[in-house]
Protein backbone atom coordinates (compact mmCIF):
# COMPACT_ATOMS: atom_id res chain seq x y z
CA UNK A 1 0.00 0.00 0.00
CA UNK A 2 1.44 3.66 -0.84
CA UNK A 3 1.42 6.31 1.57
CA UNK A 4 0.14 9.55 2.02
CA UNK A 5 0.61 12.43 4.20
CA UNK A 6 -2.14 14.17 6.97
CA UNK A 7 0.39 16.92 8.27
CA UNK A 8 3.21 14.79 9.82
CA UNK A 9 1.14 11.57 10.01
CA UNK A 10 2.01 8.92 7.35
CA UNK A 11 -0.82 6.92 6.79
CA UNK A 12 -1.83 4.33 4.08
CA UNK A 13 -3.00 5.92 0.74
CA UNK A 14 -6.67 4.72 1.51
CA UNK A 15 -7.70 4.31 5.14
CA UNK A 16 -11.09 2.35 6.53
CA UNK A 17 -14.46 3.99 7.97
CA UNK A 18 -15.17 1.92 10.75
CA UNK A 19 -18.49 3.59 11.55
CA UNK A 20 -20.64 0.85 9.62
CA UNK A 21 -19.26 -1.29 12.39
CA UNK A 22 -21.60 -0.33 14.81
CA UNK A 23 -23.49 2.36 14.08
CA UNK A 24 -25.93 4.04 10.88
CA UNK A 25 -26.58 1.43 8.62
CA UNK A 26 -28.13 -1.61 10.26
CA UNK A 27 -29.91 -2.72 13.89
CA UNK A 28 -28.08 -5.55 13.96
CA UNK A 29 -24.40 -5.33 12.64
CA UNK A 30 -22.09 -8.39 11.74
CA UNK A 31 -19.41 -7.90 14.31
CA UNK A 32 -17.44 -11.28 13.24
CA UNK A 33 -17.61 -9.96 9.98
CA UNK A 34 -16.26 -6.65 10.92
CA UNK A 35 -13.66 -8.12 13.07
CA UNK A 36 -12.51 -10.47 10.04
CA UNK A 37 -12.85 -7.16 7.85
CA UNK A 38 -10.28 -5.24 10.42
CA UNK A 39 -8.00 -7.86 10.65
CA UNK A 40 -7.91 -8.18 6.43
CA UNK A 41 -7.04 -4.62 6.01
CA UNK A 42 -4.09 -4.60 8.15
CA UNK A 43 -3.04 -7.54 6.03
CA UNK A 44 -3.80 -5.20 3.01
CA UNK A 45 -1.25 -2.41 4.73
CA UNK A 46 -4.25 -0.11 5.84
CA UNK A 47 -3.11 1.58 8.61
CA UNK A 48 -5.55 4.25 9.47
CA UNK A 49 -8.66 3.36 10.96
CA UNK A 50 -11.47 5.81 11.84
CA UNK A 51 -14.11 5.48 14.67
CA UNK A 52 -15.82 7.88 16.82
CA UNK A 53 -17.03 8.33 20.23
CA UNK A 54 -20.87 9.03 18.92
CA UNK A 55 -20.40 5.82 16.57
CA UNK A 56 -22.32 3.34 19.03
CA UNK A 57 -22.37 5.46 20.56
CA UNK A 58 -19.21 3.85 21.97
CA UNK A 59 -19.30 1.06 20.99
CA UNK A 60 -17.07 1.11 17.85
CA UNK A 61 -14.48 2.37 19.58
CA UNK A 62 -14.37 -0.39 21.84
CA UNK A 63 -14.65 -2.42 18.95
CA UNK A 64 -11.70 -1.24 17.06
CA UNK A 65 -9.70 -0.78 20.15
CA UNK A 66 -10.14 -4.38 21.15
CA UNK A 67 -9.22 -6.24 17.40
CA UNK A 68 -6.60 -3.66 16.36
CA UNK A 69 -4.79 -3.76 20.01
CA UNK A 70 -2.16 -6.65 18.84
CA UNK A 71 -1.25 -4.91 16.20
CA UNK A 72 -1.50 -1.42 17.67
CA UNK A 73 1.94 -0.64 16.29
CA UNK A 74 1.11 -1.22 12.98
CA UNK A 75 -1.92 0.88 12.52
CA UNK A 76 -3.60 4.39 13.37
CA UNK A 77 -6.35 5.39 14.70
CA UNK A 78 -8.49 8.25 14.40
CA UNK A 79 -10.91 9.31 17.17
CA UNK A 80 -13.30 12.44 17.43
CA UNK A 81 -15.25 14.25 19.97
CA UNK A 82 -17.63 17.21 19.71
CA UNK A 83 -21.41 16.11 19.93
CA UNK A 84 -24.07 16.02 23.20
CA UNK A 85 -25.06 12.66 22.94
CA UNK A 86 -28.41 11.42 24.41
CA UNK A 87 -28.19 7.80 24.07
CA UNK A 88 -31.81 7.46 25.38
CA UNK A 89 -33.01 8.40 22.23
CA UNK A 90 -33.54 6.12 18.93
CA UNK A 91 -30.51 5.67 16.50
CA UNK A 92 -30.11 8.79 14.50
CA UNK A 93 -31.33 11.43 17.31
CA UNK A 94 -28.84 10.30 19.95
CA UNK A 95 -26.58 13.60 18.78
CA UNK A 96 -28.80 16.34 20.69
CA UNK A 97 -26.33 19.32 20.08
CA UNK A 98 -22.78 20.20 20.00
CA UNK A 99 -19.99 20.39 22.50
CA UNK A 100 -16.59 22.12 21.87
CA UNK A 101 -15.80 23.17 25.36
CA UNK A 102 -11.97 22.27 26.51
CA UNK A 103 -13.91 20.17 29.52
CA UNK A 104 -15.46 18.09 27.00
CA UNK A 105 -12.34 17.77 24.94
CA UNK A 106 -10.37 16.62 27.45
CA UNK A 107 -13.19 14.39 29.06
CA UNK A 108 -13.57 12.56 25.39
CA UNK A 109 -10.21 12.39 25.15
CA UNK A 110 -9.70 10.60 28.30
CA UNK A 111 -13.06 8.41 27.85
CA UNK A 112 -12.12 7.95 24.23
CA UNK A 113 -8.40 6.37 25.25
CA UNK A 114 -10.11 3.71 27.49
CA UNK A 115 -12.71 2.53 25.38
CA UNK A 116 -9.74 1.82 22.63
CA UNK A 117 -7.71 0.01 25.15
CA UNK A 118 -4.51 2.48 24.13
CA UNK A 119 -2.34 5.06 25.71
CA UNK A 120 -2.61 7.98 22.48
CA UNK A 121 -4.90 8.78 19.95
CA UNK A 122 -3.42 9.21 16.65
CA UNK A 123 -5.60 11.57 15.29
CA UNK A 124 -8.11 13.46 17.33
CA UNK A 125 -10.83 15.11 15.47
CA UNK A 126 -13.46 17.88 16.50
CA UNK A 127 -16.21 16.05 15.06
CA UNK A 128 -18.49 19.40 14.27
CA UNK A 129 -17.58 23.00 15.51
CA UNK A 130 -19.45 24.54 18.53
CA UNK A 131 -21.05 27.50 17.28
CA UNK A 132 -20.87 28.38 21.36
CA UNK A 133 -17.29 28.06 21.40
CA UNK A 134 -14.46 29.88 19.80
CA UNK A 135 -12.66 27.29 17.83
CA UNK A 136 -9.50 28.97 19.23
CA UNK A 137 -10.41 27.65 23.05
CA UNK A 138 -11.49 24.48 21.34
CA UNK A 139 -8.08 23.78 19.41
CA UNK A 140 -6.18 24.95 22.45
CA UNK A 141 -7.58 22.76 24.86
CA UNK A 142 -6.66 19.85 22.13
CA UNK A 143 -3.26 20.85 21.61
CA UNK A 144 -2.62 20.73 25.89
CA UNK A 145 -3.50 16.90 25.29
CA UNK A 146 -1.04 16.88 22.07
CA UNK A 147 1.74 18.29 24.91
CA UNK A 148 1.15 15.68 27.21
CA UNK A 149 1.36 12.62 24.67
CA UNK A 150 -2.02 11.77 24.93
CA UNK A 151 -2.70 12.61 21.28
CA UNK A 152 -0.06 13.06 17.89
CA UNK A 153 -2.04 15.25 15.99
CA UNK A 154 -5.39 17.25 15.31
CA UNK A 155 -8.19 17.62 12.92
CA UNK A 156 -11.52 18.90 12.51
CA UNK A 157 -14.52 17.72 10.54
CA UNK A 158 -16.85 19.47 8.64
CA UNK A 159 -15.77 22.74 9.46
CA UNK A 160 -15.39 25.84 6.79
CA UNK A 161 -12.35 27.19 5.33
CA UNK A 162 -12.63 30.17 7.43
CA UNK A 163 -12.66 28.17 10.46
CA UNK A 164 -10.19 25.53 9.27
CA UNK A 165 -7.62 28.62 8.98
CA UNK A 166 -8.26 29.87 12.67
CA UNK A 167 -7.86 26.48 14.21
CA UNK A 168 -4.42 26.32 11.48
CA UNK A 169 -3.10 29.64 13.12
CA UNK A 170 -3.89 27.94 16.82
CA UNK A 171 -2.14 24.98 16.40
CA UNK A 172 -1.01 23.44 13.20
CA UNK A 173 -4.00 21.21 12.11
CA UNK A 174 -3.11 17.56 10.24
CA UNK A 175 -6.16 16.85 8.74
CA UNK A 176 -9.60 17.81 7.99
CA UNK A 177 -12.71 15.16 7.36
CA UNK A 178 -15.66 16.17 4.86
CA UNK A 179 -17.90 14.01 2.86
CA UNK A 180 -16.39 14.22 -0.62
CA UNK A 181 -17.16 11.79 -3.71
CA UNK A 182 -17.90 12.16 -7.54
CA UNK A 183 -21.35 13.25 -6.44
CA UNK A 184 -20.66 15.84 -3.10
CA UNK A 185 -18.36 18.16 -3.73
CA UNK A 186 -18.67 20.81 -1.60
CA UNK A 187 -15.71 20.95 -0.42
CA UNK A 188 -14.41 22.41 -3.91
CA UNK A 189 -16.97 25.12 -3.87
CA UNK A 190 -16.41 26.50 -0.47
CA UNK A 191 -12.43 26.48 -0.52
CA UNK A 192 -11.66 23.73 1.82
CA UNK A 193 -9.89 21.89 -0.85
CA UNK A 194 -8.16 25.10 -1.72
CA UNK A 195 -7.09 25.58 2.04
CA UNK A 196 -5.75 22.60 2.37
CA UNK A 197 -3.84 22.85 -0.22
CA UNK A 198 -2.20 26.01 0.38
CA UNK A 199 -1.61 25.05 4.11
CA UNK A 200 -0.47 21.90 3.31
CA UNK A 201 -3.41 20.26 5.66
CA UNK A 202 -4.75 16.61 4.80
CA UNK A 203 -7.74 15.53 3.73
CA UNK A 204 -9.67 12.63 4.56
CA UNK A 205 -13.27 12.22 2.35
CA UNK A 206 -15.60 10.04 4.26
CA UNK A 207 -18.44 8.75 2.23
CA UNK A 208 -16.52 8.46 -0.91
CA UNK A 209 -19.06 5.92 -2.14
CA UNK A 210 -21.96 7.76 -1.94
CA UNK A 211 -23.32 6.20 1.11
CA UNK A 212 -22.78 3.22 -0.72
CA UNK A 213 -25.11 4.10 -4.27
CA UNK A 214 -21.56 4.37 -5.90
CA UNK A 215 -20.78 1.18 -5.84
CA UNK A 216 -23.53 0.04 -8.07
CA UNK A 217 -24.52 -2.51 -5.65
CA UNK A 218 -27.27 -0.65 -4.06
CA UNK A 219 -30.34 -1.07 -6.81
CA UNK A 220 -33.27 -0.72 -4.14
CA UNK A 221 -34.65 1.06 -0.88
CA UNK A 222 -36.04 -2.05 0.23
CA UNK A 223 -33.22 -3.79 0.79
CA UNK A 224 -32.15 -1.03 3.72
CA UNK A 225 -33.05 -1.43 7.06
CA UNK A 226 -36.16 -0.04 9.07
CA UNK A 227 -33.91 2.32 10.78
CA UNK A 228 -31.29 2.37 8.59
CA UNK A 229 -30.01 6.26 8.64
CA UNK A 230 -29.19 6.59 4.59
CA UNK A 231 -33.86 6.19 4.75
CA UNK A 232 -33.63 10.20 6.47
CA UNK A 233 -31.66 11.30 4.04
CA UNK A 234 -32.90 13.36 1.04
CA UNK A 235 -30.97 11.61 -1.67
CA UNK A 236 -32.71 8.18 -0.44
CA UNK A 237 -36.03 9.25 -0.64
CA UNK A 238 -37.47 7.24 -3.42
CA UNK A 239 -38.34 9.81 -5.84
CA UNK A 240 -34.18 11.23 -5.38
CA UNK A 241 -33.17 7.61 -5.74
CA UNK A 242 -34.35 6.25 -8.70
CA UNK A 243 -33.38 9.33 -10.48
CA UNK A 244 -30.34 9.19 -9.55
CA UNK A 245 -29.83 5.48 -10.32
CA UNK A 246 -29.57 6.82 -13.91
CA UNK A 247 -26.26 8.42 -12.99
CA UNK A 248 -24.72 5.56 -11.27
CA UNK A 249 -25.63 3.54 -14.54
CA UNK A 250 -22.97 5.83 -16.83
CA UNK A 251 -20.79 5.12 -13.89
CA UNK A 252 -20.71 1.79 -14.01
CA UNK A 253 -20.96 1.98 -17.76
CA UNK A 254 -17.54 3.89 -17.79
CA UNK A 255 -16.11 1.45 -15.30
CA UNK A 256 -16.94 -1.30 -17.57
CA UNK A 257 -15.06 -0.11 -20.54
CA UNK A 258 -11.93 0.41 -17.84
CA UNK A 259 -12.13 -2.90 -17.07
CA UNK A 260 -12.83 -2.23 -12.67
CA UNK A 261 -15.75 -2.05 -10.74
CA UNK A 262 -17.78 1.29 -9.96
CA UNK A 263 -16.45 1.73 -6.41
CA UNK A 264 -13.14 1.43 -7.65
CA UNK A 265 -13.46 3.90 -10.44
CA UNK A 266 -15.43 6.39 -8.28
CA UNK A 267 -12.39 5.94 -5.78
CA UNK A 268 -9.97 6.51 -7.89
CA UNK A 269 -11.38 9.94 -8.90
CA UNK A 270 -10.99 11.24 -5.60
CA UNK A 271 -7.76 10.14 -5.13
CA UNK A 272 -7.09 11.66 -8.13
CA UNK A 273 -8.04 15.23 -7.15
CA UNK A 274 -4.60 15.28 -4.77
CA UNK A 275 -2.28 13.56 -2.76
CA UNK A 276 -2.77 15.62 0.41
CA UNK A 277 -6.76 13.41 0.10
CA UNK A 278 -7.16 10.06 1.86
CA UNK A 279 -10.44 8.72 1.82
CA UNK A 280 -11.82 6.48 3.91
CA UNK A 281 -14.67 4.28 2.66
CA UNK A 282 -16.61 1.95 5.12
CA UNK A 283 -17.56 -1.64 4.65
CA UNK A 284 -17.66 -4.60 6.95
CA UNK A 285 -17.73 -6.86 4.23
CA UNK A 286 -13.41 -8.86 3.37
CA UNK A 287 -14.53 -8.90 -0.20
CA UNK A 288 -15.15 -5.66 -0.46
CA UNK A 289 -12.45 -4.07 1.29
CA UNK A 290 -10.35 -5.73 -0.92
CA UNK A 291 -11.90 -3.94 -3.92
CA UNK A 292 -11.66 -1.27 -2.27
CA UNK A 293 -8.06 -1.51 -1.43
CA UNK A 294 -6.99 -2.04 -4.94
CA UNK A 295 -8.54 0.93 -6.18
CA UNK A 296 -4.89 2.48 -5.22
CA UNK A 297 -3.49 1.05 -8.06
CA UNK A 298 -6.09 2.68 -10.58
CA UNK A 299 -4.92 5.20 -12.51
CA UNK A 300 -6.81 7.64 -14.59
CA UNK A 301 -5.56 10.06 -16.98
CA UNK A 302 -6.67 13.67 -16.88
CA UNK A 303 -9.56 13.34 -19.53
CA UNK A 304 -10.73 10.24 -17.80
CA UNK A 305 -10.99 12.38 -14.96
CA UNK A 306 -12.66 15.51 -16.57
CA UNK A 307 -14.87 13.39 -17.66
CA UNK A 308 -15.92 11.12 -14.85
CA UNK A 309 -16.56 14.38 -12.68
CA UNK A 310 -18.59 15.80 -15.82
CA UNK A 311 -20.62 13.00 -15.89
CA UNK A 312 -21.72 12.48 -12.14
CA UNK A 313 -22.20 16.35 -11.35
CA UNK A 314 -23.26 17.21 -8.53
CA UNK A 315 -25.67 19.92 -10.29
CA UNK A 316 -27.38 16.74 -11.66
CA UNK A 317 -27.94 14.60 -8.74
CA UNK A 318 -31.39 14.70 -7.12
CA UNK A 319 -31.91 15.74 -3.31
CA UNK A 320 -29.34 16.95 -0.14
CA UNK A 321 -27.06 14.98 1.46
CA UNK A 322 -28.18 16.12 4.65
CA UNK A 323 -31.51 16.94 5.93
CA UNK A 324 -31.87 20.72 7.35
CA UNK A 325 -30.18 20.18 10.96
CA UNK A 326 -27.94 18.19 10.39
CA UNK A 327 -26.75 20.27 7.24
CA UNK A 328 -26.72 23.37 9.48
CA UNK A 329 -23.99 21.84 11.67
CA UNK A 330 -21.58 21.38 9.13
CA UNK A 331 -19.68 23.86 7.07
CA UNK A 332 -19.50 26.65 10.52
Same mark, same amino acid.
Request: charged residues 25%; glycine residues 10%.
Given at each position: MKTRNLGSLSVSALGLGCMGMSHGYSPSQDETGSIATLHRAVDLGV???????????? =?????? *?? @????????VQIATKFGFRIDASK??????????????NVRAVAEASLKRLGTDVIDLYYQHRVDPAVPI??? @???????? =??? =????LGLSEASAETLRRAHATHPIAAIQSEYSLWTRDVEENGVLDTCRELGIGFVPFSPLGR *???TGGLKKLD?? $????????LPRFQAENFDANLALVQLLEDMAAEKGVTAAQLALAWVMAQGDFI @???? *????? $?????? @?? $??????? $??????? *???????KVAGGRYPEQMAKMAGR
Open positions: TLFDTAEVYGPY =KNEELV *GR @VLKPMRDKPAGQMMVGTNGTPEEET @VGAMAELL =KEG =KVKA *GTLGL $AADDFRRG @VPIP *GTTKV $ANLEKN @VA $AADVTLT $AEEAAQL *GDLLSPT
